[in-house]
């Protein structure tokens, strides 16, 4: 095996300052990143100093953070609406979105101790949904399990009831909202962070250089 090359800070410096990235690219990605992620104020402001223009007219975004805060809020049902005021065909065309969403619904009924209207909900909303696609019916009954257990939270399918389930529900609908509007689900920024550590985890079996380790800060640590 071959020795791995050194390369010094000055020489990595310099290699670095040789790539020539446009200001305008640079813009792009910032404001893709504030579109995608929901930041309006940010996002407006950016456009106002950079020139930058979005992608998606800004008002939409208010009206996409307030379906999500709905969700992570727990309010599915407000949320649902909505959804519907923004654009119908998102459920219509998107039947495991509605589920979920349907399915979330039900995990609040449980939260709030609301016993036979869950289980009414369940058999009137969900179970035909899991007759239609098999694909539900373990979601369902892990969800209609929880109505066995006094101390839900405790109970083997607990973490339904975490916020992270919620805030896994609304990142569903904040991305089924943004492919409706011909935008990118995901922000771009950290599929590029991902390639850099995925670069970076190559070179090291040819090189010892400047590494960076802490992406908030991109600092190069010494060789």
Known sequence: MSAR??????????????????????????????????????ADKFRLE??????IDLATITDRMAVKMAVQSGNVQDAIEKINDLNPEILDTNPELYFHLQQQKLIELIRSGK????????????????????????????????????????SPYGELLDMSQRVKTASEVNAAILTSQSHEKDPKLPSLLKMLIWAQNRLDEKAIYPRIND?????????
Request: aromatic share 6%.
């Open 215 to 223: 992406l908030s800060t991109a600092k190069l640590e010494d060789v």
């Open 50 to 55: 950079s020139g930058t223009q979005p992608d």
């Open 115 to 154: 016993i036979e209207e869950a289980l009414e909900f369940a058999q009137e909303e969900l179970a035909p949904r899991g007759e239609e696609n098999p694909g539900f019916l373990e979601e369902i009954e892990k969800t209609v399990a929880l109505l066995a257990f006094e101390d839900v939270k405790n």
């Open 5 to 42: 090359k050194v390369i010094t800070r000055d020489e990595w410096e310099r290699k670095l300052k040789e790539v020539k990235i446009r200001k305008e690219d640079m813009n792009r990605l910032i404001m893709n990143f504030l579109v995608t992620e929901g930041y309006v104020d940010a």
